[in-house]
């Protein structure tokens, strides 16, 4: 039997290689919330029949938009929704870079009094691509392919908004915005996992009364006098810690009964750590004694 040219068998190759993205990319039935390895803060969703949703930004346009290239099928080239939670460079100036590069269906933003070059450029896209603005505040809600979405804070253009979002069951609360002081918002019931600024002190933040599974510790929120505490000292109960400097790309993702944390690394929380030198530094450490959340 001949042997097919080389041209050929390269081409069945790049097919086949295709072939398996496309099925490996496929909607498994389950919702996802990644949290995103970039400055700011930063977070796409997936939902059961594969629709993106992407919250905030980060404050690094080209960290969001390669992050986001891992995670979306190959051939897609829209974003069903995006939210903002706050309109500041933290939040939205990835989210202006992903604008440029996916088309965009609907958008949700909080009130804010002034653009700036940021928010200038965030408009002048959604208003080019027509896609329509809802703007967003405290007691606000939307479902997207039956997960929820409620905004539970949000009063003022200062205070950034908080997320809950449901699926079936399960339940997370992204509280990534809060300001110093504000007590973290509820829905009068636990949930599985709550993302919280890294330099304010969970333990007066009222997440206690949440009894979460799992804290995600963002870096969006910046403030003069940050709580400089260990990780094991932000524990609270037996929620599992992470940050995504430590370890990388964080994923929940539940099948609407049960929800799952899954992530690139692993660290140990014992580390003392003091500021973020020491928080890198200890990714370094040996994790063969470090366990990672997962209710599956």
């Known amino acids: 039997m001949p042997m097919l040219p080389r041209w050929m068998r390269l081409v069945g190759a790049m097919l086949a290689v295709l072939i398996g993205l496309a099925y490996w990319q496929q909607p498994d039935g389950r919702t996802h919330l990644f949290f995103l390895e970039t400055a700011g803060d930063a977070f796409l969703m997936v939902t059961p029949s594969g629709k993106h949703l992407l919250i905030d930004g980060g404050s690094d346009p080209a960290a969001l938009t390669t992050a986001v290239g891992r995670l979306m099928p190959f051939w897609k080239r829209e974003i069903d929704a995006v939210i903002l939670t706050k309109a500041d460079q933290a939040h939205a100036a990835g989210q202006v870079a992903a604008l440029a590069r996916y088309h965009v269906r609907q958008a949700f933003a909080p009130r804010y009094r002034k653009a700036d070059a ?13 896609a329509p603005v809802r703007t967003i505040g405290d007691g606000a809600r939307f479902t997207i392919d ?3 979405v409620r905004v539970l804070a949000g009063a003022s253009p200062e205070s950034g908004l908080a997320l809950w979002v449901g699926y079936g069951k399960t339940s997370v609360l992204l509280a990534h915005s ?10 009068g019931r636990g949930v599985e996992l709550i993302a919280y600024p890294w330099q304010l002190d969970p333990r007066e933040g009222g997440i206690a009364a949440l009894r979460p599974k799992a804290i995600v510790f963002t870096d969006g929120v910046r403030v003069d006098a940050p709580a400089l505490l260990p990780m094991d000292e932000r524990a609270i109960g037996k929620a599992a810690l992470y940050h995504e400097g430590l370890n990388g790309l964080i994923t929940w993702s539940s099948d609407g009964r049960r929800g799952a944390v899954a992530v690139e690394r692993h660290y140990c929380a014992s580390i003392s750590l003091s500021g973020w030198a020491a928080l890198l530094a200890s990714a370094q450490r040996d994790s063969a004694s470090c366990s990672s959340f997962d209710r599956s």
């Open 118 to 130: 940021v928010m200038q450029e965030w408009q002048r896209q959604m208003a080019q691509q027509g």
């Open 146 to 148: 039956r997960v929820q």
């Open 178 to 187: 809060s300001a110093a002081g504000a007590p973290v918002p509820s829905q």
